[in-house]
């Protein structure tokens, strides 16, 4: 069964740092989205990808978060510089129709 | 502003013990409500939708617009089902993106 795949797993890193996380979603799924989940929360939408196209970006902090997603398959997101409140599991889904399927994320610690 | 609350973190009961995991939502919109969970060790993934109706696992959860509540419930909760577990709400209007609560707990013991 296909799934969305993420790398790393998990990246340490010090703050001012930059770091990237890349996603692969399931063949075929047009739409791709990011959250963000801060431990004890339940994941936050960063940006909403549909094919090469950002839907939703509202929630991005633009100074220093950035996302592509160039020929609307894979998907990286960056974020320069790191800060300390970056540290959290980033997670990728997508969907096809109206369920999202999530990868196994990336946990993010910023020293 | 659409929003989630689910307002216990953690529940533990024993096996063979009704559950129901509460779920209360704030959305002007029609909603479409989901109930996700995540196993230990494992991707976070759907377990039913509002719009199916069906039963996944043994767990049900009914759609109260009157009472803005999307509650999930199994009446013979399994050693199995201990897991966390979110509810989320889609936004309509394009985005379709998921609004969670913050999750909730479920231990079961033995």
């Known amino acids: 069964e296909a799934e969305v795949a993420q790398s790393p797993r998990y990246k340490i890193t010090e703050k001012s740092q930059a770091v990237a996380f890349w996603c692969d979603p399931i063949?075929?799924?047009?739409?791709l989205y990011w959250y963000r989940q801060i431990l004890g929360q339940g994941p936050e939408l960063l940006v909403q990808?549909?094919?090469?196209?950002?839907?939703?970006d509202s929630q991005l902090p633009k100074d220093r978060f950035s996302a592509e997603r160039l020929k609307g398959v894979d998907s990286t997101l960056k974020i320069q510089p790191a800060e300390l409140g970056d540290s959290a599991m980033y997670l990728c889904?997508?969907?096809?129709?109206?369920?999202?399927?999530f990868g196994p994320g990336t946990r993010l610690l910023v020293l | 502003a659409q929003r989630v609350t689910q307002p216990e973190k953690l529940l533990s009961v024993f096996k063979g013990a009704p559950v129901e995991l509460k779920c209360n939502y704030s959305?002007?919109?029609?909603?479409?409500l989901f109930w996700y969970v995540q196993y230990s060790r494992q991707r976070l993934q759907l377990l039913l939708r509002?719009?199916s109706r069906e039963s996944i696992k043994g767990f049900t959860a009914d759609l109260n617009k009157g009472e803005t509540s999307f509650h999930l419930k199994k009446p013979f909760a399994q050693e199995e089902d201990s897991a966390m577990y979110y509810c989320?709400?889609?936004?309509?209007?394009?985005?379709?993106?998921?609004?969670f609560g913050k999750g909730m707990k479920l231990t079961v013991n033995p």
């Open positions: 889904a997508s969907s096809r129709g109206r369920t999202q399927y």
């Open positions: 063949s075929g799924h047009a739409t």
């Open positions: 990808f549909q094919d090469e196209s950002v839907v939703d």
């Open positions: 959305y002007s919109g029609s909603p479409e």
């Open positions: 509002h719009i």
């Open positions: 989320a709400l889609s936004v309509q209007g394009g985005s379709e993106k998921l609004v």
